[in-house]
T-cell receptor
Framework: GDSVTQMEGPVTLSEEAFLTINCTYT??????LFWYVQYPGEGLQLLLK?????DKGSNKGFEATYRKETTSFHLEKGSVQVSDSAVYFC????????????FGTGTKLQVIP | EADIYQTPRYLVIGTGKKITLECSQT?????MYWYQQDPGMELHLIHY???????EKGDLSSESTVSRIRTEHFPLTLESARPSHTSQYLC????????????FGQGTRLTVV
């Protein structure tokens, strides 16, 4: 079945460090890919998305490129801030049919000053 | 800004009580979902709905039930709460096509004592 595998956490970085959170997927069709962020005590918010191969999603300094050849959608940010501390979820959604959203297990990021 | 609302945000209730968690969205989305989020952060789909009068069990077995009498409303009910039901419950909705993201409510943190 469809699945998303993302890098285990927690990830602890110093402020202004470079961030990469790895995400790979398995899907029977051509999914859209998403990164969601969850701040403490809150629901999930969409961070960025890409709907086809080679698309790059970007928002708030975060970027991820849809790589069909490696079935990956790694999240990157050049310089993290303390306010980026949160849990990040990679997800996919297939077109057609039920279109269920499949989530990865989440990666907790802690940024220290 | 997402227009999906969950109430209550926090609920502490005794064992054996009946509870209903409310979820409403004003975006006219056909598809709605309930997720249970464990302390390890992973999201588990417990119920979903394609539209009015449609409800399905999700990937994780749950003793809760749901109903979808109106497009905008997708309540979750526990007939007899137990401590094992203590968790965070997240409601979400999404549009028609696979390239659209799911929108999440802020969640209900349920504690059964």
């Amino acid at each position: 079945g469809d699945s998303v595998t993302q890098m285990e956490g927690p990830v602890t970085l110093s402020e202004e460090a470079f961030l990469t959170i790895n995400c790979t997927y398995t899907a029977t069709g051509y999914p859209s890919l998403f990164w969601y962020v969850q701040y403490p005590g809150e629901g999930l918010q969409l961070l960025l998305k890409a709907t086809k191969a080679d698309d790059k999603g970007s928002n708030k300094g975060f970027e991820a490129t849809y790589r069909k050849e490696t079935t990956s959608f790694h999240l990157e940010k050049g310089s993290v801030q303390v306010s980026d501390s949160a849990v990040y979820f990679c997800a996919l959604r297939l077109s057609g049919g039920y279109q269920k959203v499949t989530f990865g297990t989440g990666t907790k990021l802690q940024v220290i000053p | 800004e997402a227009d999906i609302y969950q109430t209550p945000r926090y609920l502490v209730i005794g064992t054996g009580k009946k509870i209903t968690l409310e979820c409403s969205q004003t975006m006219g989305h056909d598809k709605m979902y309930w997720y249970q989020q464990d302390p390890g952060m992973e999201l588990h789909l417990i119920h979903y709905s394609y539209g009015v009068n449609s409800t399905e069990k999700g990937d994780l077995s749950s003793e809760s039930t749901v109903s979808r009498i109106r497009t905008e409303h997708f309540p979750l009910t526990l007939e007899s709460a137990r401590p094992s039901h203590t968790s965070q419950y997240l409601c979400a909705s999404s549009g028609h096509t696979g390239d659209t993201e799911a929108f999440f409510g802020q969640g209900t943190r349920l504690t059964v004592v």
